[in-house]
């Protein structure tokens, strides 16, 4: 279910892909970084950032380096891997499409906070933000990685800085995960998603999906 925006006295966005149509970066920057290793390797872990939509590079590059590279097997380490990912994703970040709407939504809900919450890197994301002169409109803050977003959420409940009701607009499985275990109304933004079973899944969920922005 999703309620008039005028009840809502918190949104929560994930970044890539409900914010920012930066997917596609991140899934370039992955494979890229695991070159090295091989064009096989590179693909495994393409498969698996897809099919693990909004956790951070930390916990991908583990998955990779522990479960899918073989033993012995000669190519960058783990600093070294995180470092290309952020060298590639970076200067992207910064022109990739904005939402269309997003400074008009926010005005029409000067009572609710908004805050960012993703699998990105948190210093990486202000950053950006700052850069592009997004981080005003999420006064409650712009938190990502390495903490998860089950972490987060839990925090800034704790904290007072999300109040109930509250909505979280996300692209992937885990988003909806998070948001549920937290308590938390879903939609489900499509247009920039790289879920490739986002319809069945809404629809076994009976989560409600937009393009875009909700409203």
Same mark, same amino acid.
């Not at 709407?101 to 990105?120: E, F, H, N, T």
């Given at each position: 279910?999703?309620?008039?925006?005028?009840?809502?006295?918190?949104?929560?966005?994930?970044?890539?892909?409900?914010?920012?149509?930066?997917? !596609?970066?991140?899934?370039?920057?992955?494979?890229?970084?695991?070159l090295p290793y091989g064009q096989d390797l590179a693909?495994? %872990?393409?498969?698996? !950032?897809? @099919? @693990?939509?909004?956790?951070?590079?930390?916990?991908?590059?583990?998955?990779?380096?522990? !479960?899918?590279?073989?033993?012995?097997?000669?190519?960058?380490?783990?600093?070294?891997?995180?470092?290309?990912?952020?060298? %590639?994703?970076?200067?992207?970040?910064?022109?990739?499409?904005?939402?269309?709407?997003?400074?008009?939504?926010?005005?029409?809900?000067?009572?609710?906070?908004?805050?960012?919450?993703?699998?990105?890197?948190?210093?990486?994301?202000?950053?950006?933000?700052?850069?592009?002169?997004?981080?005003? %409109?999420?006064?409650?803050?712009?938190?990502?990685?390495?903490?998860?977003?089950?972490?987060?959420?839990?925090?800034?409940?704790?904290?007072?800085?999300?109040?109930?009701?509250?909505?979280?607009?996300?692209?992937?499985?885990y988003d909806h995960e998070a948001a549920r275990n937290?308590?938390?109304?879903?939609?489900?933004?499509?247009?920039?998603?790289?879920?490739?079973?986002?319809?069945?899944?809404?629809?076994? @969920? @009976?989560?409600?999906? !937009?393009?875009?922005?909700?409203?």
């Amino acid at each position: 279910m999703i309620r008039g925006k005028s009840e809502y006295r918190t949104l929560i966005f994930d970044c890539d892909g409900v914010v920012l149509d930066s997917n !596609h970066l991140k899934t370039d920057a992955f494979f890229k970084a695991a070159l090295p290793y091989g064009q096989d390797l590179a693909c495994a %872990l393409v498969d698996y !950032h897809r @099919n @693990n939509g909004g956790i951070s590079r930390y916990r991908k590059f583990d998955y990779f380096l522990s !479960h899918l590279v073989p033993e012995g097997a000669r190519g960058p380490s783990r600093e070294e891997l995180l470092a290309e990912y952020a060298k %590639l994703v970076f200067n992207g970040l910064l022109s990739c499409e904005v939402v269309p709407g997003l400074d008009q939504l926010k005005a029409s809900m000067p009572d609710c906070r908004w805050l960012i919450v993703s699998g990105s890197d948190q210093d990486e994301l202000r950053t950006v933000f700052g850069k592009r002169q997004l981080a005003p %409109l999420f006064e409650g803050g712009i938190f990502g990685s390495p903490d998860s977003k089950d972490q987060i959420l839990a925090r800034e409940m704790s904290r007072g800085n999300i109040l109930q009701p509250a909505l979280f607009l996300g692209d992937s499985r885990y988003d909806h995960e998070a948001a549920r275990n937290a308590g938390l109304d879903f939609v489900f933004i499509n247009q920039w998603t790289e879920f490739s079973e986002w319809r069945n899944y809404c629809r076994l @969920n @009976n989560i409600a999906a !937009h393009p875009a922005l909700p409203w």
